[in-house]
């Protein structure tokens, strides 16, 4: 069987994510309307922002307790924004088969530092990954194809394949030499997997 080095996105993939339970439990939090919480986050650009590692955790902190008046519990806010996954079970299996096989798995995916926390912590599936690009580390994130050809390089000589929900993303991967296929069911990956002799 060959050997492959094989990247996961972990959004949508190997955790299903919530945005609007994050903007709505942070809204209870801090006491802020909805929509402010969600458009501080998505239409301002802070959330990019805070995905690229350009901005931390303590000035996320520091922001939303200005914002609210009020000094917000720093673990409290973490619970808040980091606990809106829940697991994709039916792909867990194939993790754990690809992982017995001795591929190399890395996850590679736009996160932040408190959800990469928050999900590494309360889901082990991410613990079975060998290693991590993430868009808060590297400081860029997917479609950019400097983390596909950041990728491409950890793969070295081996196979590389990668999946994501996000066609565009797929897209981008493949013009930059990542063979990678769009996620959509847990049997078609595993079909895909076997297509190619990683499973």
Known sequence: MTKATLFFDIGNVLLFFSHEKMCRQVADLT???YQRVHD???KEGYGIEYEMGTVTTESLHRHLSQASDQTIDFIELLKAAGDIFESNEEIIPIIED???????LILLSNTCEIHF???YSHYPILRNFDDRI???EV?????????????LAMAQSTP??????????VQSARKTGLDAIHYKTPQKLREELCKRGFL
């Open 134 to 136: 993430l868009s808060y």
């Open 139 to 151: 400081n860029m994130r997917k479609p950019d194809k400097a983390i596909y050809q950041k990728a």
């Open 40 to 42: 501080f986050l998505f």
């Open 160 to 169: 590389s394949f990668y999946v994501d929900d996000i066609s565009e993303y």
């Open 117 to 119: 926390n928050y999900a």
């Open 98 to 104: 690809l992982k017995s096989q001795g591929h190399r």
């Open 31 to 33: 006491t802020l309307p």
